[in-house]
């Protein structure tokens, strides 16, 4: 009995010494859309924060998609349940930026803590889709990618072309296509995000714009401008690929990446991001090539990034807002920036981070690897290449893909789509620009 | 005969249904007041301002081809489900009344995937329906017929209603076969002995003493098909391709929590709230007259 008294005694004493233990640590919840491979990689980053200091525990939350994380963010937010850091698309930029009071800017909340921090080590390219016009960086830079070719080489093989073959135009990339499809290749061509892939980046990559006022950089009244010309050329022949068999429509998202990383895929178009993936479950040769553009316009302008940055919401105490500005620098540090970008295929968001890859040789040992960036900043950024900043535009996006959904299946023309498209968005434009007058 | 009571006072009959009165008002007349409400202003998605706008989401709703079209695709979907997974229930439950052996283990297997939710059934179909890896779209494929429900529109809806239809058979067998089971025999042998073939039973004396049953199912099924296939449409088509699977409640869903425009959201539950108290009406006013109980 008297065993038992002082097992519980003991018990109990550890019990409150391990209670006040975790409540010195002060904890910074983070929701993410996060899983598979980039999960595992998330998580280690977060591992290796918390060890590093004794005073903050981040504590990371998947909460879906990146669609799903914005609007589990936003329902809390109205809850007032909201997380300290937000994980938010490049889609949804726009939606935060107009929400003033929904979060802590970026320059703020380093300045508040007494954080050293430096916005201009960033990339501009990349941090400029984060800065107000008038210099001031909101969010901070997570992951960046940009749209490039794959190829499939054992199936470039097998179709009797040179894997090595140029494929810089949609002019020669159509060639390969027919070939391979005489040969009897079932997926010559697929492509994931169709709209970021073959309207967003296409328009900044052939320096057209995709919508008015600089892509809305330049302010609300903004309207849609896709259903150009050279827009038109671009969708209708991926509309004939898919009549033709040549291109098969595989889902809105990534999901064509599955049948390209199980070998079924000869080229796609997908994000340089698809790396991580490629790399770990490929049983075949792959290659990186630049995106193809037409050759009527001269040399390509640049791409622009997907991906997504960190938003520090609001209404949270001055320890908490400490311990996230201390985790956002740490981010932000060169050697997590440099093994980010090496490990995933993101961009190097600090000009640091992409000079420390590449001095350590890893260029040279993963030929392709640097494709996407020197895509990003071969030249100096237009008003339509340096984004783009619209309101409600997952919901655009989604219009988007319903009228290509229309272009693939033959049931309309590229123009009717893409007109009707622009006609949609623009009636939500106008709604987000009332709401947020 | 109908009974009547009659209490005298007034409070022990308050006190009685005042259960009642509470969950209607906590479950119904307050969040339905509260969409009404909303439905009269554009918010911002983290509700930090709002205005008022009158009737001016109903105006932007109403010049949507998209949400008119999603009146369409609710009908169809709607009634395919019902009709489909009525009429196998019925089938079924005609079947498994005439058998003598083994009766409890067909309609055990035959209940069984009742017990499945929505949102899990729809996983499985896709699976098996998965461009991918799905062994349904693998045969087809076999048999010279491109499957592509993300591309094509007549597909998906197909595999919406035959996902939707799948787990309501169970649910409409369990309700016939009770109903089937409920039919004196003596009724049927009689007209047997008169010479009746079994289509003349079945058809006037099974499917009019049915028709209580029936009526009930088709009230129901009717509610499901607009309510509660949610988890089946998201899990499957989310909505897609080019809006040929949403319907109402989706869209509901959808343009609320996906796109954050809560006033169109609000404005279209409004609008639902409405169309539902029209379709009871319709219900118990002309269809139910045809019911004998």
């Not at chain 2, 969040?31 to 008022?52: H, M, Y």
Request: net charge positive; aromatic share 14%; glycine share 8%.
């Amino acid at each position: 009995m008297k065993h038992l008294k002082a097992i519980i005694a003991s018990i109990a004493f550890f019990a409150m010494f391990a209670g006040t233990s975790l409540q010195a640590k002060v904890e910074i919840q983070w929701w993410h859309a996060f899983g598979g491979r980039l999960g595992e990689l998330l998580d280690e980053q977060v591992n290796k924060f918390n060890a590093s200091q004794d005073k903050y525990t981040v504590v990371h939350t998947r909460k879906g998609n990146y669609s799903e994380t914005l609007n589990a963010g936003i329902a809390a937010f109205r809850a007032g349940q909201h997380p300290n850091i937000l994980m938010v698309f490049e889609v949804g930029t726009a939606s935060l930026m107009a929400a003033k009071g929904a979060y802590v800017p970026m320059y703020q909340l380093m300045k508040d803590a007494g954080q050293r921090f430096n916005p201009n080590g960033f990339v501009s390219a990349v941090s400029g889709y984060y800065t107000t016009t008038d210099g001031k960086m909101l969010s901070m830079p997570y992951n960046s990618s940009t749209p490039v070719l794959w190829v499939n080489k054992d199936l470039m093989k097998k179709a009797g072309l040179d894997p090595e073959m140029d494929l810089s135009t949609w002019k020669r990339v159509g060639n390969a296509l027919d070939a391979a499809k005489a040969k009897g290749i079932d997926m010559p061509f697929c492509t994931c995000w169709h709209s970021w892939v073959h309207l967003e980046n296409f328009s900044a990559y052939h320096n057209i714009p995709f919508a008015t006022k600089s892509n809305g950089f330049a302010g609300l009244d903004t309207e849609l401008a896709f259903n150009s010309p050279v827009h038109i050329k671009h969708i209708q022949t991926l509309g004939k690929w898919a009549q033709e068999g040549k291109f098969k429509y595989m889902g809105r998202r990534n999901e064509a990446g599955k049948n390209f990383r199980a070998g079924e895929c000869m080229l796609m178009t997908e994000s340089s991001a698809g790396y991580a993936g490629i790399k770990k479950e490929a049983k075949f040769e792959f290659g990186i090539r630049h995106l193809p553009y037409y050759g009527a316009t001269e040399a390509p302008q640049n791409t622009i990034i997907g991906g997504s940055s960190l938003w520090a919401l609001s209404g949270k105490s001055k320890e908490e807002n400490k311990g996230t500005a201390a985790f956002l620098a740490f981010l932000s540090r060169t050697d997590i920036q440099a093994k980010w970008h090496q490990d995933t295929g993101y961009l190097g968001v600090t000009t640091a981070a992409a000079k420390k890859t590449k001095s350590s040789g890893f260029y040279k040992a993963n030929p392709g690897t640097d494709l996407a960036g020197i895509q990003m900043m071969r030249n100096k950024v237009t008003q339509n290449s340096k984004g783009l900043r619209l309101g409600s535009f997952d919901q655009i996006r989604g219009i988007i893909d319903e009228e290509m959904e229309g272009v693939y299946s033959g049931k309309k023309t590229a123009q009717v789509a893409l007109d009707s498209a622009v006609r949609r968005g623009n009636v939500l434009l106008r709604r987000f620009e009332r709401a947020n007058k | 005969m109908e009974k009547r009571v009659f209490f005298k006072g007034w409070w022990l009959p308050a006190l009685l249904v005042a259960p009642q009165l509470l969950i209607s008002f906590v479950f119904f007349f307050y969040p339905s007041g509260q969409a009404i409400w909303n439905s009269l202003f554009l918010p911002d998605p983290f509700g930090l301002k709002t205005e008022f706008v009158g009737l001016d989401n109903f105006r932007f709703l109403l010049s949507d081809p998209y949400y008119l079209a999603s009146f369409k695709t609710t009908v169809i979907f709607s009634t395919a489900v019902s009709v489909s997974s009525m009429a196998l229930g019925l089938y079924l439950a005609a079947l498994a009344d005439r058998l003598i052996k083994g009766a409890g283990v067909y309609q055990t297997l035959l209940i069984w995937p009742y017990a499945i939710a929505p949102a899990i059934a729809g996983v499985l179909w896709l699976f098996m329906f998965n461009g991918n890896i799905g062994l349904a779209s693998y045969y087809l494929k076999a048999l010279g017929y491109e499957w592509n429900h993300t591309l094509k529109g007549d597909q998906a809806m197909f595999l919406v209603i035959l996902a939707s239809s799948w787990g309501r058979i169970s649910y409409n067998f369990l309700f016939f076969l009770a109903g089937l089971q409920a039919i004196p025999k003596s009724i049927i042998e009689a007209a047997a002995i008169d010479g009746a073939s079994f289509w003349k039973r079945f058809g006037t004396i099974v499917i009019p003493l049915l028709s209580p049953i029936t009526f009930f199912l088709l009230v129901v099924n009717i509610v499901y098909a607009f309510f509660d296939t949610f988890g089946v449409i998201h899990t499957i088509t989310s909505g897609g391709p080019e809006q040929s699977t949403t319907i109402l409640v989706y869209k509901v869903f959808s343009d609320g929590f996906v796109s954050q425009d809560l006033g169109s959201s609000a404005a279209q539950s409004v609008i639902l709230l409405v169309l539902v108290g029209i379709l009871t009406v319709i219900q118990f006013k002309y269809i139910e007259r045809k019911v004998h109980y």
